[in-house]
């Protein structure tokens, strides 16, 4: 798979930029903008995951490609990928993406001039999401790897930095409280596709929904808080206590977990914001420093 655009960027600019195809499914091409800077690379890689609502859209790109400055000023080489979408694509589907995306760059990481061991993830809310699932959940290669060299390679990642994640779908905001069960709500905020799971029935040769207790295990799946394990990358959250759509419990409770499990983590508190804010440098430069930190 080779670069399907090369969009040669002006003498005033930093970078250089190029959409790529990184896999293929449903006859539909899998793509991710790489953004690299001109000089003084530090041979280090960013996926910054497009998701919000667990839709993925090329919409707005070339406002994402001018906020990677903040990380290519560094020297880093940033990937702006894109995955399935809901309501074609549940969770699970696009985790199986974002993975995919790993493993396509540490394969190319030659021809990318990046290091393969150096490699960071961030995203926003369901992006968030889909950043922390990637690298708290075990690299687990499927009979594909078998056929495709791209899936014998590792999908670890060695840093995350993310921002106001969905982490436990179980106990989103109170103990208990089950926001899957709540499919008014989830209609309302337009993701109830996203949770609605289902498995390839052979005989009929049709997807048909999956059961209760499949579900459960599913959505426990989709839930990183339950991933959290000793070797996991360290791992910073950023999120606003005035949060009303993701719960700042959600990303103080994966953070215990972090801790318990003595993984390098730090929560970022912001007072008085809420899912998301007009200007978010300063906390894209915590990511940053976070990367700087531990991409070494």
């Known amino acids: 798979m080779t670069c399907i655009v090369d969009a040669a960027a002006q003498d005033s600019l930093s970078y250089t930029q190029s959409e790529i195809i990184y896999g293929r ?22 996926l910054e995951l497009i998701s919000g609502n667990w839709v993925s859209s090329y919409r707005g790109m070339d406002a994402k490609v001018k906020g990677t400055a903040i990380y290519t000023k560094r020297g880093y080489t940033v990937f702006l990928v894109m995955h399935g979408s809901q309501p074609r694509y549940t969770i699970p589907d ?27 993830i961030t995203g926003y809310s369901s992006g968030g999401n889909l950043s922390l699932l990637a690298a708290l959940t075990d690299d687990v290669r499927g009979e594909a790897a078998a056929q495709d060299p791209v899936d014998q390679v590792s999908s670890r990642v060695h840093a995350a930095g993310v921002f106001f994640p969905p982490t436990d779908f179980f106990n989103y905001g109170n103990t208990k409280f089950s926001l899957t069960e709540n499919k008014k709500l989830l209609t309302m905020i337009g993701v109830v ?19 209760d207790s499949v579900m459960l295990v599913m959505l426990k799946q989709v ?8 070797d996991d990358p360290p ?15 959600q990303s103080e409770s994966i953070i215990q977990k ?25 906390e894209k430069n915590m990511v940053a420093d976070w990367f700087d930190k531990y991409l070494k």
């Open 193 to 211: 596709a996203a949770f609605d799971f289902k498995i390839y029935d052979a005989v009929t040769r049709m997807y048909k929904p999956v059961n």
């Open 258 to 282: 972090l801790k318990e499990a003595k993984v390098p983590n730090e929560l970022v508190v912001i007072k008085g914001k809420g899912h998301g804010w007009l200007d978010m440098s300063a």
């Open 25 to 46: 499914k449903d006859g539909m091409a899998l793509t991710m903008v790489k953004v690299a800077p001109k000089l003084n690379s530090n041979g280090k890689a960013i």
């Open 235 to 249: 791992t910073l959250i950023i999120h606003g206590d005035a949060d009303r759509l993701v719960p700042l419990q």
């Open 223 to 230: 839930s990183p808080i339950y991933a959290v394990s000793s």
């Open 94 to 120: 696009e985790l199986s993406d974002i993975k995919r995306a790993v493993r396509f760059i540490k394969y190319n990481a030659k021809e990318y001039a990046i290091d393969s061991s150096h490699i960071g």
